[in-house]
């Protein structure tokens, strides 16, 4: 069957030489689901930065941000971050000692996008969804070529982490996808219906693609992500689930600022939705920080390379305090705005009374089109080892430091 460039992968990576052959079933044929996000954690995955051509000043902002948020992420649960050879030893000097660090190569850093979804059964069991991926576009839209390093990135996680692999027939990123844990996934149709993802399936197809491999029921369709958001609108910037029927929105109180539309569209849609198990569902408002904007010298600061999205002075940047990653006993969230920062970590507490809000400096991660969410993958802890996590050094769920 012939290979559309940029669309789909093709069969070599299904069968990695070397590597365990993937299941040929699907998770929800054989009893697992994706977990929601505030479930128990065994740990979280994060790849480090460096390509000049999408992080300022050689990536070592950017390197300092991702430092500070592994070392806020393992302050709760392990971390595993992802480094090339060529940045080893510089990454393992700016990490904690606590945070493995792991030769792997990959295209950049988004390990949510390029890497394994994690499912779990009922019964210990723990595998990975191993989704297509073409850098959020491919040769229509796409943000860089080439990316066949981050299209191997999933199945060497899994292999590393020792778990089974599902690969899935769909062109999808973790980013653009969230559940609530029990049946219900929240998407926009800007992203996985866009044509330079899947153009041979239909909204029906991908639908039960969904629930073939998250084991869900039921989705939620949201119209437009964030406003300039490069990765065509991913639900985890605009909305997200705090627990079954509640959903953080980011919000705009200006009618004149084009996300106000954008964001009202969605509480729309998500006032007149239920969720898989027939329940309304309660927004809460997040308000947005900014509107921020790339200045002149953040813009310079970046090597300006053909095939990859460049970046201009004046870019308005798609900032969003939804954002954040859920630890076992913390949820991470991204500085971005004083005027705004205080009143985000305290609507995130009151949607996570059980955690920790602790906020890290995170423009240089937004500089290069995302923010804490986009670079974190948590893997979930099979129910078999929630007794050996609570009895840890790191904190599990529900606990406080």
């Known amino acids: 069957m012939p290979i559309r460039i940029g669309t789909t992968r093709s069969d070599r990576w299904a069968t990695i030489p070397g590597m365990r052959s993937p299941l040929d079933t699907t998770p929800a044929a054989d009893g697992f689901r994706m977990p929601a996000e505030w479930e128990p954690h065994a740990g979280c995955w994060m790849a480090w930065p460096e390509r000049p051509d999408n992080w300022r000043l050689g990536a070592e902002p950017a390197q300092e941000a991702y430092a500070a948020v592994a070392s806020a992420i393992a302050a709760s649960e392990p971390v595993t971050m992802a480094v090339s050879d060529g940045q080893f030893e510089r990454a393992r000097a700016a990490l904690p000692d606590s945070v493995r660090v792991v030769e792997l190569s990959t295209d950049d850093a988004w390990l949510r996008d390029t890497g394994p979804t994690f499912v779990?059964?009922?019964?210990?069991?723990r595998r990975g969804v191993d989704w297509r991926f073409n850098a959020w576009g491919g040769l229509e839209g796409g943000l860089y070529f080439p990316w066949d390093r981050d299209e191997r990135v999933a199945a060497k996680v899994l292999e590393v982490e020792g778990d089974p692999r599902y690969v899935a027939p769909l062109v999808l990123e973790g980013g653009s996808i969230h559940v609530d844990g029990e049946g219900t996934v929240l998407t926009t149709e800007q992203c996985?219906?866009?044509?330079?993802r899947n153009p041979e399936l239909d909204r029906a197809a991908?639908?039960?693609?969904?629930?073939?491999?998250?084991?869900?029921?039921?989705?939620?369709?949201l119209g437009d992500g964030v406003f300039e958001d490069e990765t065509d609108g991913h639900?985890?910037?605009?909305?997200?689930?705090?627990?079954?029927?509640?959903?953080?929105?980011?919000?705009v109180e200006d009618p004149d600022d084009p996300q106000h539309a954008v964001s009202r569209d969605a509480l729309e849609r998500l006032e007149a939705a239920t969720d898989a198990r027939g329940r309304s569902l309660e927004v809460i408002k997040l308000p947005a920080p900014g509107p921020l904007a790339a200045t002149a010298e953040e813009a310079a600061g970046v090597k300006a390379v053909g095939g990859t999205r460049p970046r201009r002075a004046g870019d308005r940047l798609a900032a969003s305090y939804v954002n954040f990653y859920v630890a076992n006993s913390h949820v991470v969230y991204p500085l971005l705005d004083p005027a705004r920062d205080e009143e985000a970590a305290a609507i995130i507490a009151a949607a996570f009374p059980d955690r920790e809000v602790v906020g890290v400096p995170a423009r240089e991660i937004l500089l290069g089109g995302?923010?804490?969410?986009?670079i974190t993958q948590q893997v979930p802890a099979p129910a078999a080892t929630w007794g050996r996590l609570a009895a840890s050094s790191v904190a599990p769920l529900g606990s406080r430091t």
């Open 120 to 125: 779990l059964d009922g019964a210990g069991g």
């Open 192 to 196: 996985l219906l866009n044509p330079n």
């Open 206 to 221: 991908i639908e039960a693609a969904l629930h073939a491999h998250l084991g869900t029921e039921k989705v939620v369709w």
């Open 235 to 251: 639900v985890d910037n605009l909305a997200c689930f705090a627990r079954p029927g509640m959903v953080l929105l980011t919000w």
């Open 370 to 374: 995302g923010n804490i969410h986009c």
